[in-house]
């Protein structure tokens, strides 16, 4: 039976308990934003099950990267049509539905189980956030191969207008400062003048910077 929820903590915990497939957030709830939600979610969530959607007025270049680099998978302006609004959720839930069919990849003792959601090293959870989780699963779904930044837009993002080159390189950071505490930092390439690639470190390729 569903049920009204306005208490802020409590909304957390109800959506821990039982994820939704998607969630649309907007900017500003009462009591909370939209940074303390996803926040809170991605602090207590070990999977990056869950996409979020941000709806928010405040159209602004800097509102748009701020929550697309919180983790939000996707971010619509208001005012808006419903049509458009079900079409990108559509998109979104069409893509996880797909990646959940996928066999687990293995790189060394790094493991990214795309049907459980979860990537482990050594059986251990490794928490990463829905945007970091999927830069990650490309990379390992396409190790060896560079890719150049608009191409990771493309095949990461969707090639979504609003978001430019540059998340790409926080994102990239973000999941290599993650990946360093388990040791897997260097498998993420830097490609001087052209992208990354994901690939076992050799001694013919130094660690990216």
Not at 12 to 28: F, G, H, K, S, T
Not at 64 to 89: F, H, Q, W
Not at 164 to 180: A, C, G, M, P, W
Request: glycine share 6%; aromatic share 6%.
């Amino acid at each position: 039976m569903a049920r009204a929820i306005t208490d802020a903590g409590a909304a957390v915990q109800a959506l821990v308990e039982r994820p939704p497939d998607l969630l649309i957030i907007d900017w500003n709830i009462p009591g909370f934003t939209a940074y303390d939600l996803i926040q809170s979610l991605r602090k207590r969530c070990a999977s990056p099950v869950v996409r979020l959607v941000i709806l928010s007025s405040l159209a602004g270049e800097d509102h748009i990267v701020m929550g697309l680099n919180l983790g939000a998978d996707d971010y619509i302006t208001k005012p808006c049509s419903v049509r458009e609004v079900v079409a990108r959720v559509s998109v979104l839930l069409r893509s996880h539905a797909s990646r959940r069919k996928r066999a687990a990849l293995a790189v060394d003792e790094l493991v990214l189980d795309a049907d459980a959601n979860r990537v482990t090293v050594q059986g251990k959870p490794v928490n990463l956030r829905s945007v970091e989780y999927r830069l990650l699963e490309f990379f390992m779904s396409h190790s060896g191969k560079t890719f150049n930044r608009m191409q990771l837009l493309n095949q990461v993002w969707g090639g979504d207008g609003d978001v430019d080159e540059r998340t790409v390189d926080v994102n990239v950071q973000r999941l290599r400062k993650i990946l360093s505490a388990q040791g897997y930092e260097s498998y993420i390439q830097t490609v001087r003048g052209f992208g990354y690639r994901f690939s076992q470190p050799t001694l013919n390729c130094p660690d990216s910077p």
